[in-house]
């Protein structure tokens, strides 16, 4: 089940979910329509993948779907 959260101005996306060695600035993000967040991953952890709405690695709140980040297939690989 997805659960979206509205407020009187439009939706809200909860907090993100974490991802294994990533590092989100600003790291708590504010939870409404169109917030964003960098994602990038931590010291010995390499960041691949985009986002789906703009192919980069800001991800945004209602960026592909209402009430949802778009993480698209971002992600932190290799701690070595």
């Not at 907090?15 to 329509?33: K, M, N, R, T």
């Not at 779907?65 to 290799?78: A, P």
Request: with cysteine; hydrophobic share 35%; glycine share 12%.
């Amino acid at each position: 089940k997805v659960f979206v959260f509205f407020s009187f101005l439009g939706f809200t996306c909860g907090e993100p979910f974490a991802v294994l060695g990533s590092v989100y600035s600003p790291s708590i993000p504010c939870l409404e329509e169109n917030c964003n967040f960098i994602f990038s991953c931590g010291p010995k952890y390499v960041l691949q993948g985009t986002s789906n709405a703009s192919q980069d690695y800001v991800v945004r709140c209602g960026g592909t779907y209402f009430g949802l980040w778009d993480f698209g297939d971002l992600r932190c690989t290799g701690k070595q």
